[in-house]
């Protein structure tokens, strides 16, 4: 029987996947206005990139505006819209500094044309950065993009450049916003609720989820760290099974 090194660390998920969510009931906790829910969840962003880094995690991706957002009312979306034009303005350098990647998926064509210029600029600058990917899920929605995926390979296919016996789950996958990255290995929503909202289904097939009670302002390098923890503690096994068990 091979010994086992007790002092080995276990790895740690290359792919960490946040669901931000709790922004509004934590304003309203404490009386105040939604808006200022979400600025004090753009705190809980930096916290969690610099914990992200200091955990040796590679990828980080963060669900910042889904597509059924846009639902809600103006006010809010244009204090929305008005946050992330702040934040890809001011935190640019430091992300850049850091050794950041910034990549952002999700449809672009119904975002303002100023941000549309901002994330291009973002990701133009830091594209050679190796110590993190950080990924801002914009005008993102699950279905959305798997639609648009088949809608790509069937254009390719009609257009001769790909035979559509070729496609598999690698083709495919390669006609998603995700492209070229790694799948999740852990999905972690805040506010203790319990469902996905749409967020990368087809990514997310064996990726380990975690839901967590915190409000995403709340959250904190240790529940970060929690987290990982409790990923560290589960048996991942694809759909295999193990001997004895």
């Given at each position: ?9 276990t ?14 009931r934590?304003a ?28 040796h ?9 889904s ?15 008005s ?14 500094k ?5 990549r952002?998926i ?27 990917t ?40 390669s ?14 929503r ?23 009670d ?15 923890d ?6 991942r096994?694809?759909g295999?099974?193990v001997s004895?068990?």
């Amino acid at each position: 029987m091979p010994m086992i090194n007790p002092s080995k660390e276990t790895p740690k998920p290359l792919h960490v996947a946040i669901i931000m969510d709790g922004n509004g009931r934590w304003a309203k906790a404490r009386g105040l206005p939604r808006p200022m829910g979400h600025r004090a969840g753009i705190e809980a962003v930096r916290r969690t990139i610099t914990a992200a880094v200091e955990q040796h995690v590679s990828y980080l991706t963060l669900y910042s505006f889904s597509s059924e957002n846009w639902r809600r009312p103006a006010m809010e979306i244009g204090e929305l819209m008005s946050l992330l034009r702040y934040y890809l303005r001011s935190e640019l350098a430091n992300l850049h500094k850091e050794q950041v990647r910034v990549r952002v998926i999700g449809e672009r064509k119904k975002l303002p044309a100023d941000i549309v210029d901002l994330i291009d600029r973002a990701e133009e600058l830091t594209q050679d950065n190796k110590k993190l990917t950080l990924t801002l899920a914009l005008n993102y929605g699950g279905r959305q993009e798997i639609t648009a995926a088949a809608r790509g390979l069937a254009k390719a296919v009609e257009r001769g450049q790909l035979q559509a016996d070729a496609i598999d789950e690698h083709v495919f996958q390669s006609f998603l916003f995700t492209g070229g990255m790694p799948d999740p290995d852990l999905v972690i929503r805040t506010s203790g609720e319990k469902r996905i909202s749409n967020f990368l289904l087809w990514q997310s097939a064996y990726a380990e989820y975690i839901f967590m009670d915190v409000l995403w302002p709340d959250f904190s390098a240790e529940h970060l760290k929690q987290a990982l923890d409790e990923y560290n503690r589960r048996d991942r096994r694809y759909g295999a099974t193990v001997s004895g068990k």
